[in-house]
């Protein structure tokens, strides 16, 4: 071989070698930095009878999170729960307010409400956890939406933007850095969920095929891309694998 040639042939190898390699590299530092570690939390959002079939205000297929959280939950040594746990005649049911139906908005002292069916009144069968929901390790249940006249679609703060449920002092003390969001709904209380997580400082992943969505009038979409620009990660379940 012409020692031109030879030079060349190497220098492509070399240089293809380089590619291979970086792009190895790339793939296991993406894995890594995923990867749940002592001061990461799994955050599992309203998988209660009220959002699945049969329950009072519905998800479609929310019961479908169920057996892919069971599955995660074994990845976490931190794993927190939520509750959508409302009073009787709370301020975002439609029946709450005369002329008012299910789905309809209406401008509250904080801001624009959706109206809601009654739904996960405190201590109902209907507020209760799902019964397949197997999480016997997770260390914290946070219930919000306990105020009658203020919502909560957040696990963080409320709907008025100012009163703290407590999770962001319980994750803070606890050293953890990064969450994992899961549960029902995405558009609503794991989207909310989620980007308070970023103002509360956290490194923040949504793993979308462990949640449904309500999908009402676009709201999936723009959840989605509202959580993008406040740099959650959207990922599936087996990127953890
Ligand atoms: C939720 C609507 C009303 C949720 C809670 O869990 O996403 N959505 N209350
Ligand atoms: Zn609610």
């Known amino acids: 071989m012409h020692p031109a040639t030879r ?4 220098k492509t190898l070399s240089g293809a070698g380089l590619v291979a390699a970086a792009g190895l590299a790339g793939r296991v530092a993406f894995a890594a930095g995923i990867k749940p570690d002592a001061r990461s939390a799994l955050i599992v959002v309203d998988v209660q009878n ?3 079939t049969g329950g009072t205000l519905p998800v479609k297929g929310g019961e479908e999170v169920v057996p892919v959280i069971n599955k995660l939950a074994a990845a976490f040594e931190n794993i927190v729960i939520t509750q959508d746990w409302h009073t009787k005649g709370h301020a975002s049911f439609a029946s709450t307010h005369a002329g008012k139906k299910p789905f309809e908005v209406k401008k509250l002292a904080y801001g624009n409400q959706v109206l809601w069916p009654d739904h996960c009144v405190q201590g109902t069968d ?3 956890l ?3 929901l ?5 260390q914290v249940i ?3 939406g306990y105020h009658q006249e203020v919502d909560s679609y ?3 703060t409320e709907a008025d933007g100012k009163t703290p449920t407590g999770l962001g ?8 850095k990064k969450v994992f969001v899961t549960g029902l709904a995405t558009d609503f209380c794991v989207a909310w969920t989620a980007m308070d997580a970023r103002k509360a400082g956290l490194e923040v992943y949504v793993i979308e095929d462990a949640t449904r969505a309500i999908d009402l009038n676009g709201s999936l979409a723009a959840a989605w891309k509202q959580m993008a620009a406040k740099g959650v990660k959207r990922i599936q379940s087996t990127d953890l694998a």
């Open 142 to 144: 946070v219930r919000k």
């Open 154 to 156: 957040s696990a963080f």
């Open 126 to 128: 209907d507020a209760a």
């Open 134 to 138: 197997a999480l016997p390790t997770a």
């Open 50 to 52: 009220c959002f699945v």
């Open 7 to 10: 030079r060349t042939l190497l």
């Open 169 to 176: 002092g319980y994750l803070k003390q606890r050293g953890i």
């Open 130 to 132: 799902h019964k397949d």
